[in-house]
Structure formats: structure tokens, C-alpha cells
């Protein structure tokens, strides 16, 4: 209610000062009049020659002046400057003052001359000024009823604006009155949550673990008091350090207090759940995960443990562990057996198609010939079969051979079919082919493989198709680098049932053809697993008695036809494939030593060999090659690789490190193990090259006419060893160069830049005075197998005669072939960079 009179007696006196202010006003104006009327009056009375009376118009005229002036400046009069009555008239009155001003300034005589005039002129601006006076009174009385109005208004806002500020502190009180007993029902539901807390806390299965700032416990729940061994009161008020923690962690511990107390940070807290190790009241040491936290209350810190026993856990862990080595080991267990099951096979294999070889060489009837024909057949099926499955194993080994070149894609697919229509016209079967889209001859892929897919999907139509028509399609996409192949048949189809498995391993139709052709049903997965390495896709449409469509799209990049000079010249590559003499090499008989346990394997080495007249030592194990190969210089070494006693390889090695006459001698694998990995293996241990079983005598052949090509006879070694220029050596073995390719794969690049390092820096080496034979022994050792992984054998054979030198101390030697390596050397890089360009 104060503030209500208080307002009001304030407006009083603003109203009271307003309308004094108005009354002033209105008088000026009032006044103003009655000075203009004494003006006139003046002038009236003037007369000509008076100065006194000339003087009184001047005084006169002065007063109305300053009272005008008034009002056309004064801030009191804006209001009314802007009626436009009240402006006009007092322009005019202005004007009529401003006219006469310089008249009253004049001279006496002058002034009276004018004063007709000037009454005149008078009289004229009368009316305005009297409408000055008649504006004036009217507008103060329509502005005095207006601020009655207003200032009405003013005092009910007021009177409101009081009402509704009691109302709101009467609202602000219940307000208060309303948060006091929030606050208490708050203070209560703390209480109980404080008592939950307390409760969850005791009740968690997780340890829950509460210090102070310097590691005392505070809280300490019922599954800590489980997990640890301490009761509740047994470890409140105890240091944690004490409790838990390790001795071999407790000074980690206490640093990380010491840091934590002088202000430094904590590097586990809010850092999720963190593994350590943990101490049981009994000493036991076992592995917990901890979560910690902090929280400063009212500037003391504490710090919140939550820690979980994962013993149980970690037992379990271990026991995964154990189970995904065991299965790892069963995946190693199972590749062993395939290479040792390929073996198994292999060898009594070796002595069948051998055996079968030999007896196709003899004179035999007409159904013999038969006979051994359909045995021919059944054996190269089963080591087809033999092969499938060792495709399956590189490729779940994670070591598929691919090898992208320049590659005519018309040449390939023609020499696939054509080896297939002879398979096709015993079945009644005839082959169509046809190239489609935009010509491309030549494309970059690997075309072994692309061999590989077609041979494997055309005798899948060959064998489920009777009397009917196998069509071929190489369509290459416009537009695109994507070479699509089609292989339609019109045999018996595929079920909709086995559609959806087709491409898995080992697995056939079970339509009605099924009975009338086997298989392993590993083709199509070796086809899915190829297209997948080459970055294709396939897929298959097919009808039940209709005839089957699969589909095979690769993309394959233009490549340019391979020039003529970048392919290994005939002088430094042999010819896998061209034929051997058939006595001997060159007319000379040679003296070859057989390492190999399996009695029927012997004889078909022998009788292969002795037909080409060569003679033959025999060693049943690995042990007495060894010993026969240090007692007799042999012009070939055939190894076997798995043997009793001593294996293959070791026996190898044996050889190379030795100074037995044969230690220099070209060894050739003759093993069923023939995995890429296997191969470089063999070639690490000093071998020059890999038979596989079962032996084809064609191959054996070709293998004694390559590395005992017009080799002179034996010499000395004191006077000499094998002349790095003879014209029977190679300068590179593509055959060796290119088994290691396909054992290293993408690999073998680096494995050549290191190879041009290693040689380099061993020529520089030998170039310089070097007085320790022994040590030239040793590198040049070392470095002959580098030389003999590439199939450098001219380099090879170089350093073997140093090494041989170098043990023998004949610096003679040594002086001649240090001299003579730098240019063999570059000429050994020469032709791998050849041979590289060739393969690229």
C-alpha cells in the first residue's frame, strides 16, 4: 500500500508542475497580444519630429519582438509549432516583424515617415496573432484534458502493476513454502538412496573397493570380503596396498600414490576396465579386471575400485586358445597328409605308369595294346584326381601360383578344346567355339589358368553330355575389359536341389547321369577358386534335361604382342618338351647314381635308363648316396625325398658341403611332393631341378639332356674344374628359373634385386687382394646356391671351381676364375633381365 500512496503523490506533483508550466504558457501568449496592441497604440501616438514618442515605438516593438522570438525558439512552445495554425501565424507575425526591423533601426525622421505604413502593415498581421492566442488556449485545453486522461491511465497500471506484484509475492511465498518441502522429501529419497547405494554396493558381484587419497579403505562390499578373504572389518582402515595389491606391483603402486597426492595425474582412471593382477588374503596371485574412478567431496578425494574376478574366465580363454591351436594343428595335420598321402600315391603310382611305359616300348598283341592303353588312361585320371586335390591344398594353404603376361587368347582357348576333342568324339560329342564382341588377341592374364577353367568346365560337359553338342563362347564385353566365357551343353542338366552346391568341393549331381560318370567333384571348386584369384565371377543356368550354361567373366587388360627379342634366346633356355637322344647324350654314356628306397621305383629308373645305355649305381637310403656320391664322380644324381635313415634333402646338403668327387654333380628330385613351396625348398638345398612321380621317361629324358648337355669328360680337379664358357652349360636354366617363379610368385622380384646386390658386392670382394682361401671357399659356397636358385649355371659352376680351388689352396686357379667373373656376372644379369621380359 506504501508504494501505492507513494506513486500517487508523485503523480500529483508532476500533474501540479505540468499545469503550472501550461498557465505560463498560456499568459505568454495572452501577453503576447496585449504587447502587439501597444505596439499598434505606439505607433499611433508617434509623431513626426517627437523623439521621445519615436523612441516609445522602438521599445515596443523591441518587447513583441523578444516575446515572438519566444515563441518560434523556446522548447516550451514546440508542441504547439506543431500546429500548422499556430506555425503559419507565427511565420507571419515573423515576417512581419523582420520586415519592419529595419525600419525601426533607422533614423528618426525616416521612422516617422513610415509610420502610416507600418500601422498599416499592423493591422494586416493582427489576425494572426490573435489566432497565436486562440491556438495557444484551445490546444492547452485539449492537452490539460488529454494528460488528465493519461495520467488516469498511468495511476490504473500502477494500481494494477501493485496488485500484481503482491500477487506475486503472495505466488513467491507458496513458491517457497512449495521448494521447502521438496527440499525435504529430496533429503529424504537422499537418505534412501544413500541406503540402496549401501545395499547394490553390498549385494554387487563385483568387488567394490572405496579409499581415501592416500589408499585407505573406506567401503569394502561382500564380494570383496568373497573375493579376497579379508572380512569387512579386517580390511576398513587398512591400506590397499596392504590388501591386494601384489609384491611385485606394490612399488608401482605406492609411486603412482606418491604422484597422485602431489597433483599428478592417474593414467587408469575412467579408463574403462583395466587387467591385472590381484593378491588373495592367502597370497594366491590371480587375474581381475579394474575400473576406477574418482570423486572429490567437499575438496577430499576419493577413489572408487570396481573389481571383477575373471580366474573363471581366463581359464576359458585359455581353453579357446588350446582348442584354435589343436584346430590349427589339425589344419597343418591335414596338409601333411595330403603331401604325404600324394607321396603314398605317387610312388606305387610311379612304379604302375612306369612299369605300363616300359611295357608299350615291348612288342605286344593287338588287345594288349588295349590293355595297356586303358590302364594309360586310368592312371593319368587318378593322377588328375591326385592333382585336384594338391590344387585344393595350395589354394587352402594360401599359396596359389599366378602368373599375368602377355597372353594370345585365340592360341589358348584353341589348344584347351583341341586337347578335349578327342575325349568329346568317344562320347559322341562334338565342340563348337566362337569369338564374339570386339577382337582381342592379346590380353594380360595368366594363361595356365585360363586353361585351367576351360579343360575343367568342357570336360564337365563332355562328361555329362551323350551324343550331343558342347558350344564354347569367348565374348568379350564392349566397353569393357571383361573377357566372358560361356560353356552350354545339351546333356542331361542340373537339378535346381544341386544348383545351389554345385561349385562346392567333392560334391556331384545326384541326377540320374551321376551313374554314368564319376568324378571327385573337385573341378568346379578349383574353377570357383582360379576365377576368384583372377578377380572374376561365374555362375551356372541350367535345366533339367535340357542342358547346362556355365559362365566364367574375367576382366583382362590389353597387353602388346611380346617382341621376339625380349623371349631367352635357344642358347641360354632348354626346351622342356623337345625330345631326347636315344642313346645317350651326344653319343656318350653316363654314369647315374638312383637314390631311392622303393625297390619297384628302382627298376623302372634302371630300365629306363639302361635302354639309353647309361649306367646305374643304386642306393636304397639317403645315407649311401652320401657315402657313394664322396666316393665316385657321377655325371647325374637322381634324389628321392622321403627315405629312411636319411631323407632326400639332408642327403643333399650333405653332398654340396662336402669335398666328395660328386659334390659339384646336378641333383634332380624324384619325389611326389611337388607343392611350389616344396619345390623352392629343394632348390634351397642345392638341387637343380624336380622330377615328378610317376616318372615319365620322356621326362627323365629331358632332364639328362639338359644338365649333362656335351659335357666334356672328367678332368682333374687339380688342374682344372668345369670352364665357365664351355658351350654345354646354360648361362640361365629357364626351367629352374621358372620353378622358382612359381614357387615365389609375386616375390620374385625382390628375391632378384637381392640376388644382383649379393653377387655384385661378392665380385667387388674378390677383385680385391684377399689372402684367406678358406673364407673365399666359404662365400663362393654360399653363393653358388644363390646362383643355382636362378638356374645361373655357367655362374654357378664358376664359383663352385673357386670354392674347390680356394679348399685345395691352388691360388692359380682362383687368380684365373676371379679374373673371369665380372663379365660373367654381367652376363648372367643380362639374360635374367632376358628372361624377365620374356615372363612379364
Avoid at 117 to 134: I, S
Avoid at 497 to 526: K, P
Avoid at 658 to 686: C, M, R, W, Y
Wanted: charge should be negative; charged fraction near 25%.
Amino acid at each position: 500500500m506504501l508504494v501505492v500512496f507513494q506513486t500517487i503523490d508523485v503523480i500529483n506533483k508532476v500533474r501540479e508542475l505540468r499545469i503550472a508550466n501550461a498557465e505560463e504558457v498560456q499568459w505568454s501568449l495572452g501577453r503576447a497580444e496585449n504587447e502587439f496592441l501597444r505596439f499598434r497604440n505606439s505607433v499611433l501616438q508617434a509623431e513626426a519630429g517627437d523623439a521621445e514618442s519615436l523612441d516609445a515605438v522602438r521599445l515596443q516593438f523591441d518587447i513583441l519582438y523578444s516575446r515572438i522570438s519566444i515563441f518560434r525558439e523556446s522548447s516550451s512552445y514546440e508542441f504547439l509549432r506543431d500546429i500548422e495554425t499556430f506555425r503559419t501565424s507565427t511565420e507571419a507575425v515573423s515576417g512581419f516583424l523582420d520586415r519592419t526591423l529595419p525600419l525601426i533601426d533607422a533614423e528618426d525622421a525616416q521612422l516617422a515617415a513610415g509610420m502610416a505604413a507600418l500601422d498599416q502593415d499592423a493591422a494586416e498581421v493582427a489576425p494572426d496573432l490573435y489566432r497565436l492566442a486562440q491556438v495557444g488556449v484551445a490546444q492547452f485545453a485539449q492537452a490539460r484534458e488529454t494528460r488528465r486522461t493519461e495520467i488516469a491511465s498511468t495511476l490504473l497500471i500502477l494500481t494494477a502493476t501493485s496488485a500484481l506484484l503482491m500477487g506475486t509475492l503472495l505466488l513467491l511465498a507458496y513458491y517457497f513454502n512449495t521448494l521447502n518441502r521438496r527440499s525435504e522429501e529430496r533429503r529424504r529419497q537422499v537418505i534412501e538412496a544413500s541406503q540402496r547405494t549401501r545395499a547394490v554396493i553390498s549385494t554387487a558381484l563385483d568387488a567394490v573397493i572405496v579409499t581415501d587419497s592416500d589408499g585407505v579403505i573406506e567401503e569394502f562390499n561382500n564380494a570383496a570380503v568373497e573375493i579376497f578373504g579379508y572380512s569387512y572389518k579386517e580390511a576398513i582402515g587398512r591400506n590397499v596396498a596392504d590388501l591386494i595389491v601384489p609384491e611385485q606391483y606394490a612399488d608401482s603402486h605406492n609411486t603412482a600414490m606418491k604422484r597422485i597426492r602431489s597433483g599428478g595425474p592417474f593414467h587408469i582412471v575412467s579408463k574403462g576396465r583395466v587387467r591385472l593382477d590381484a593378491k588373495r588374503s592367502n597370497g594366491e596371485t590371480f587375474p581381475v579386471e579394474l575400473a576406477l574412478q574418482k570423486s572429490d567431496l567437499h575438496g577430499r578425494l576419493f577413489f572408487i575400485a570396481f573389481i571383477r574376478d575373471i580366474s573363471f574366465r581366463v581359464r576359458a580363454e585359455q581353453d579357446l586358445i588350446e582348442a584354435r591351436d589343436q584346430a590349427l594343428a589339425g589344419e597343418k595335420a591335414k596338409a601333411r597328409f595330403l603331401a604325404v598321402m600324394s607321396h603314398e600315391i605317387r610312388t606305387p603310382l610311379n612304379g604302375l605308369m612306369g612299369n605300363l611305359s616300359l611295357l608299350q616300348e615291348t612288342p605286344l598283341t593287338g588287345s594288349q595294346n588295349a590293355y595297356v592303353d586303358n590302364m594309360s588312361t586310368s592312371g593319368r585320371l587318378l593322377m588328375d584326381h591326385i592333382n585336384d586335390v594338391l590344387d585344393i591344398a595350395r589354394y587352402e594353404a594360401g599359396k596359389p601360383i599366378l602368373r599375368n603376361r602377355p597372353t594370345n587368347l585365340p592360341d589358348v582357348v584353341d589348344t584347351a578344346l583341341n586337347n578335349l576333342r578327342d575325349h568329346a568324339d568317344k562320347r559322341g560329342n562334338t565342340i563348337n567355339s566362337y569369338f564374339l564382341g570386339p577382337e582381342r588377341k592379346w590380353v594380360k592374364t595368366d594363361p595356365g589358368r585360363i586353361q585351367q577353367i576351360l579343360i575343367n568346365l568342357v570336360s564337365n560337359a563332355i562328361k555329362f553330355t551323350k551324343d550331343g553338342e558342347i558350344t564354347v563362347e569367348v565374348i568379350a564385353e564392349p566397353g569393357t575389359d571383361v573377357i566372358e566365357f560361356k560353356v552350354a551343353d545339351t546333356g542331361m542338366g542340373i537339378s535346381n536341389d544341386d544348383l545351389a552346391m554345385i561349385f562346392d568341393d567333392f560334391v556331384t549331381s545326384d541326377s540320374a547321369y551321376n551313374r554314368e560318370a564319376g568324378g571327385t567333384g573337385l573341378g568346379l571348386g578349383i574353377v570357383k577358386r582360379i576365377t576368384s584369384l583372377l578377380g572374376g565371377e561365374l555362375g551356372v543356368d541350367s535345366t533339367l534335361g535340357e542342358g547346362s550354361t556355365f559362365w566364367v567373366r574375367i576382366p583382362m587388360e590389353d597387353a602388346e604382342e611380346p617382341p621376339d627379342q625380349a623371349r631367352p634366346r635357344a642358347a641360354e633356355v632348354i626346351d622342356r618338351n623337345r625330345p631326347a637322344p636315344e642313346d645317350g647324350v651326344a653319343g656318350r654314356k653316363l654314369d647315374i647314381l638312383v637314390v631311392e628306397d622303393n625297390e619297384i621305383n628302382r627298376n623302372v629308373v634302371r630300365a629306363m635308363l639302361s635302354r639309353d645305355g647309361h649306367g646305374i649305381s643304386e642306393a636304397p637310403d639317403g645315407q649311401r648316396g652320401v657315402t657313394q656320391a664322396a666316393a665316385k664322380k657321377y655325371d647325374l644324381i637322381l634324389m628321392d625325398i622321403s627315405m629312411p635313415i636319411l631323407d632326400g634333402r639332408e642327403a643333399t646338403r650333405r653332398i654340396r658341403a662336402g669335398n666328395g668327387k660328386s659334390s659339384d654333380t646336378p641333383i634332380i628330385a624324384l619325389t611326389a611332393h611337388v607343392l611350389p613351396e616344396n619345390v623352392s625348398e629343394f632348390l634351397q638345398d642345392g638341387m637343380q631341378d624336380v622330377l615328378p612321380k610317376p616318372l615319365m621317361r620322356r621326362d627323365l629324358q629331358r632332364i639328362i639332356a639338359t644338365y649333362t648337355q656335351a659335357q666334356p669328360e672328367e678332368v682333374a680337379p687339380e688342374t682344372s674344374g668345369s670352364c665357365p664358357d664351355a658351350p654345354g652349360q646354360q648361362l640361365i636354366n629357364a626351367e629352374t628359373n621358372g620353378a622358382l617363379r612359381d614357387s615365389v610368385g609375386d616375390g620374385y622380384a625382390t628375391l632378384r634385386a637381392q640376388l644382383t646386390e649379393e653377387l655384385t658386392s661378392l665380385v667387388d670382394w674378390l677383385q680385391e687382394e684377399c689372402g684367406d682361401t678358406m673364407e673365399i671357399a666359404a662365400r663362393c659356397h654360399k653363393f653358388a646356391s644363390s646362383a643355382a636358385l636362378f638356374g645361373a649355371e655357367r655362374l654357378r659352376q664358376a664359383l663352385l671351381d673357386i670354392e674347390i680351388a680356394g679348399k685345395k689352396g691352388d691360388i692359380a686357379v682362383m687368380a684365373v676364375r676371379r679374373e673371369m667373373l665380372p663379365i660373367l656376372l654381367q652376363d648372367t644379369l643380362d639374360a635374367l633381365d632376358r628372361l624377365d621380359a620374356g615372363q612379364s
